[in-house]
C-alpha cells in the first residue's frame, strides 16, 4: 500500500515514511492510493473478533512494511482491558429506541482521542527503534488531543513533544491534565490566540522542509494518516455490536470540529462498512456545517471563533477537511491545490456548491449544530431519562443526531470525552460535580510547567531549537 498527497504531489510513501512525518512535502495530507475492500464474508469473519485483533485485521490492509507478527503485537500491547478499563475497550450503550452511544472514552485521559494516541505512541517507540532515530512531536490541540499525546509519549524512547495549545481556552481539568505532567520529553506551549493559530504554527513549520529534516519534526494531529487510520477501527466495533448481520445498516453521528474523528467514518464507508449516514455535529463554530448545508467553506478568524462550553469544536478551519474534499473532487490534487493552497488563504473561503448534492447522495454526509442552551437541555434531558450523564461535546452530537434517526437503521453517537473535562456545564446542567476517577484527585493544584508564546511560528521554531540542542 503506498500514499499520495491530497496536493497533487507525484511522490509516493510507505506507511512508516508517512508515520513519522505528518504533511506532505507540497503541504497537502496523505492518503492511501485507494481504499482497500471490505466484502461481507469478510466483515463475519472479523465478527466477534477481539477489539486487539479487529484493529491488526483492518490496520494490516494499510501498513505492509511493518511484519504482520511485530503489527499484531503492538495492536495487542495497546489495546488491553488494563488501559481501557473495559474488555469490549469500547462498548455500546443503549439509549431510547435505535439510538446508542459508543464509549470512546475509557483510556487515561478520558477521552475518545487515547483510542488512537496509545497506538501512535506505539508505533512511534517501536519505528524509531527500527531505525535509531528521534522524533520532535509537534502538536496543537483545542484540549484533548494534547493531553491524549502526551500520556501516550511520557517516557518513550526517541521522542520530544512539543504541544501548543490556545492560553486559557481549555478546561481547567484539560489543562491541569497536561500543564501537572513533569517528564523531561514533555513541553506544553500555551499560545496568545485561538486554536487555529496553534494549527497554523503546526502547519508553518512543517512547511519549513529545511527545519523539519534538521529537527527531525513529526506530528500526532489527525493530520497524520496512522492517527486517522486507527480510529476506523471504532466504527467496525460499533458496527458489529449494533447489527446481527452483514447486510445491516447503522447510521453515526460525530461531534467534529477538525474533520479528523468524522473522517475516520468517511474511510470506513468508503471500505465497505454498511453506513447509512455520516451525521457530523457542531458547535456554534459552524464552518462544517454550513458547508454540508451550503457547498461554501467559509474559514473564520481569531475574532470570529466563539468561545463555546465544548471548546475541543471551538475551530474554524479543519485541517482533516481536505481530505474529503480530495475524494469528492474525484481525487483531482491540482484542484485541491488551488482550493486549499490559493483560493482559501486568498479568499478566505471557496465555494462548491454545485458539488455538496453529491456529499449526501454518494458519501451519507448530512449536519446540524447545537448551541450552549442544546447542550445543558441535552445534558440534562439524558441523566433524567435514562440515567446517564455524558459530557458537553457528545450532547452536541447526541441533539443532532436526533434529526437523522431512521426507523429500522440504528444511530451510534459517538462519545468524545467524560463529563469531568468539563465539570462547569455538568453542574450548570444537573447541580452537581461530575464523578472524577481516583487517579485525577487534585490534579488541578498540582505545579505546572508550561511556557507562554506569542501566536509566532519563528518563536516556536526557536523554543524548539533551544530545547534539541
Not at 493530520?223 to 460499533?238: E, K, S, T
Not at 454540508?292 to 469544536?313: A, I, N
Not at 441535552?378 to 434517526?405: P, S, Y
Request: net charge negative; hydrophobic share 40%; aromatic share 10%.
Amino acid at each position: 500500500m503506498l500514499y499520495l498527497s491530497t496536493r497533487g504531489d507525484p511522490g509516493r510513501k510507505h506507511f512508516c515514511e508517512i508515520l513519522l512525518e505528518g504533511l506532505a512535502p507540497d503541504g497537502g495530507l496523505y492518503l492511501p492510493e485507494r481504499y482497500p475492500h471490505v466484502d461481507a464474508a469478510t466483515l463475519a469473519r472479523w465478527r466477534g473478533l477481539p477489539y486487539a485483533d479487529l484493529a491488526f485485521e483492518i490496520l494490516s490492509l494499510y501498513i505492509d512494511d511493518i511484519p504482520a507478527e511485530d503489527l499484531r503485537a503492538i495492536c495487542r500491547k495497546t489495546y488491553t482491558e488494563e488501559v481501557f478499563g473495559t474488555r469490549e475497550i469500547v462498548p455500546l450503550k443503549p439509549l431510547e429506541e435505535g439510538v446508542y452511544l459508543e464509549a470512546l472514552s475509557n483510556g487515561p485521559t478520558l477521552a475518545f482521542k487515547d483510542m488512537a494516541m496509545q497506538l501512535l505512541g506505539n508505533l512511534f517507540e517501536y519505528e524509531l527503534g527500527r531505525r535509531g532515530e528521534e522524533l520532535n512531536i509537534l502538536g496543537a490541540t483545542s484540549g484533548d488531543t494534547g493531553s491524549a499525546a502526551e500520556y501516550a509519549m511520557r517516557g518513550k524512547k526517541g521522542v520530544r513533544v512539543f504541544m501548543t495549545s490556545p492560553q486559557g481556552r481549555m478546561s481547567p481539568f484539560q489543562q491541569a491534565q497536561m500543564f501537572s505532567l513533569q517528564d523531561a520529553n514533555i513541553h506544553n506551549l500555551a499560545i496568545e490566540g485561538v486554536f487555529d493559530d496553534c494549527q497554523d504554527i503546526v502547519k508553518a513549520v512543517s512547511n519549513d522542509l529545511a527545519f523539519k529534516r534538521r529537527y527531525r519534526i513529526g506530528t500526532v494531529n489527525s493530520i497524520n494518516w496512522a492517527r486517522l487510520v486507527a480510529q476506523v477501527v471504532y466504527y467496525f466495533a460499533g458496527y458489529f455490536q449494533a447489527t446481527r448481520s452483514e447486510g445491516q445498516k447503522v447510521s453515526f453521528t460525530v461531534p467534529s470540529g477538525n474533520f479528523g474523528n468524522i473522517c475516520a467514518g468517511h474511510v470506513a464507508r468508503m471500505m465497505g462498512l454498511p453506513i447509512e449516514q455520516l451525521v457530523l455535529a457542531t458547535n456554534e463554530n459552524d464552518v462544517l456545517d454550513e458547508f454540508f448545508r451550503t457547498g461554501v467553506y467559509r474559514v473564520r478568524g481569531s475574532q470570529d471563533t466563539y468561545e463555546t462550553s465544548s471548546p475541543s469544536m471551538d475551530i474554524s478551519k479543519a485541517s482533516n477537511f481536505e481530505r474529503f474534499v480530495f475524494d469528492l473532487l474525484g481525487r483531482d490534487g491540482a484542484k485541491v491545490r488551488h482550493l486549499f493552497g490559493e483560493e482559501l488563504p486568498a479568499q478566505g473561503r471557496f465555494d462548491l456548491s454545485g458539488d455538496v448534492a453529491r456529499a449526501r447522495t454518494e458519501y451519507g454526509f448530512v449536519s446540524g449544530r447545537s448551541t450552549h442552551a442544546d447542550r445543558v437541555a441535552t445534558i440534562r434531558d439524558t441523566f433524567e431519562r435514562f440515567g446517564t450523564m455524558i459530557d458537553t461535546h457528545t450532547a452536541d452530537g447526541l441533539k443532532v443526531a436526533r434529526a437523522f434517526v431512521q426507523p429500522g437503521t440504528p444511530m451510534i453517537v459517538l462519545e468524545t470525552a467524560l463529563p469531568i473535562k468539563f465539570a462547569a456545564t455538568i453542574v450548570e446542567a444537573l447541580g452537581r460535580e461530575p464523578q472524577r476517577p481516583a487517579k485525577f484527585e487534585g490534579i488541578e493544584a498540582l505545579p505546572r510547567r508550561v511556557t507562554v508564546l506569542p501566536a509566532d511560528a519563528a518563536r516556536v521554531k526557536q523554543f524548539i531549537a533551544d530545547h534539541c540542542a
